[in-house]
C-alpha cells in the first residue's frame, strides 16, 4: 500500500512530535512519501505525486475532479484539517468509490486562541501601535483602544471552536451572545451565554466572529445587508470560511469610512490571494489562514490522519 502526504512534508518539521505514528502505518506494509506544498504544482506534477497512491494525505491544494478521474488506485483521501469539502468534491469521489476523511477535532483550542487573540489586537490596536514603533513614531494618539471585558461577543456558530471562544471570551468578563441551531445547554447555565437570532447578534455586539462549516446552508450566510446592520464602531472576525461571507467588500468599506472600528481576517475565496491591497487598510489584520497553525495542532493532524487510516483499513 502506497500513502502520499501529497502537500505536507512529515518526515521534516515541525511533525517530529508525531512522526513514531507512522510506525503503524508500516507495520501494515505501508510505503510512505511526502511532498512539501513548495514550490506550488501544476496538475500535471500533483499527478506524478500520487497516481499510484492507495491512500492520499494532503491540507493545501484543491484535488479537482479532472486529477480524481485518473487515480484509478486511489481509496482513501484525508484531509489534514476540516472542511475537506472545500477542496475536493466529495460526493464525486463517492461516486467513484474514493473516501473522503478530515481531521476533527485536531485544533480546535488553537483556533479559538487565535480568534481572542485577534479580537485583543482588535480592540488594543496592537498592530497599529508596532508599525508606528518601526516607523520610529512614538504617539499614543489616535490609538487608544477598549477592553473587552464589557463589550458584548457574538458568537456565530457554537460548535466546537465556536464553544471555546464563547467560554473564554466569558471568562474575560465579555458579556457573551450566540447564534446556533444547537442551542449549548452548557454554555446558558454555566456561561450566561444567551442566544439571538443572527440579524439580533449582528446588529447588537461589539465584536462578531466566525466560527461555522462551509456548508450549502451556510453559504453567504454573512450578507451584505447583514454587515452593513452591525452596529458603529463594532470589530469583525472570520477564522472559518470565506465561504460563509456573501463578500468582504462592505467589510473593506465600512473600515475605510469609519463606522467599523476594525476586522480580523484569515481566510479568503482566494489563497493565496492574488491582490493584497485590501491588506492595507490600516484597522484591518490580515493573515495567511494560520488559525490552526500551533506545533499541537500541526502533529494532531497526521496523528489524527493515521489513526483515521488504520481504522478505515480494519474495517
Known amino acids: 500500500m502506497k500513502i502520499v502526504s501529497m502537500d505536507q512534508d512529515i518526515f521534516s518539521s515541525p511533525y517530529e512530535d508525531s512522526l513514531e505514528c507512522l510506525d503503524d502505518l508500516k507495520s501494515i506494509g505501508a510505503e510512505i512519501v511526502a511532498y512539501s506544498d513548495q514550490p506550488i504544482p501544476d496538475e500535471e506534477e500533483l499527478f506524478e505525486r500520487i ?5 492520499v494525505f494532503w491540507g493545501v491544494y484543491k484535488i479537482p ?11 482513501l483521501a484525508v ?34 486562541e487565535y480568534t ?16 508606528r514603533m518601526r516607523n520610529g513614531d512614538w504617539r499614543t494618539q489616535g490609538i487608544e483602544g477598549v477592553e473587552v471585558a464589557g463589550l458584548t461577543y457574538g458568537v456565530v456558530g457554537t460548535g466546537a471552536i465556536g464553544k471555546l471562544v464563547a467560554q473564554k471570551a466569558s471568562l474575560l468578563g465579555a458579556n457573551v451572545v ?82 467599523l472600528a476594525g476586522a480580523a481576517i484569515d481566510v479568503f475565496d482566494e489563497e493565496p490571494i492574488s491582490s493584497f491591497e485590501p491588506c492595507k487598510i490600516t484597522n484591518l ?12 495542532a500541526i502533529n494532531n493532524t497526521l496523528k489524527i490522519a493515521v489513526a483515521r487510516t488504520l481504522e478505515f483499513f480494519s474495517e
Open 79 to 112: 484531509f489534514y484539517g476540516v472542511g475537506s469539502g472545500t477542496f475536493i468534491d466529495e460526493p464525486y469521489c463517492e461516486k467513484k468509490g474514493i473516501k473522503v476523511l478530515n481531521t476533527p477535532g485536531y485544533g480546535n483550542n488553537t483556533v479559538a
Open 51 to 55: 497516481k499510484d497512491a492507495e491512500v
Open 285 to 296: 489584520i490580515t493573515s495567511p489562514h494560520i488559525g490552526y497553525l500551533t506545533l499541537t
Open 65 to 75: 475532479n479532472s486529477l480524481i478521474d485518473r487515480l484509478t488506485k486511489l481509496k
Open 116 to 131: 481572542i487573540g485577534l479580537a485583543f489586537a482588535l480592540t488594543r490596536r496592537i498592530c497599529e501601535a508596532n508599525q
Open 178 to 259: 450566540a447564534c446556533d441551531i444547537n442551542e449549548s445547554d452548557e454554555l446558558k447555565d454555566k456561561y450566561n451565554v444567551s442566544y439571538l437570532s443572527l440579524e439580533e447578534l449582528m446588529a447588537s455586539s461589539d465584536i462578531v466572529s466566525l466560527h461555522l462549516n462551509a456548508t450549502k446552508s451556510t453559504e453567504n450566510l454573512i450578507s451584505r445587508k447583514l454587515i452593513l446592520s452591525m452596529k458603529k464602531g463594532s470589530y469583525f472576525i472570520n477564522t472559518a470560511r470565506s465561504l460563509v461571507v456573501e463578500s468582504y467588500e462592505p467589510i473593506y468599506e465600512r473600515l475605510i469610512a469609519g463606522t
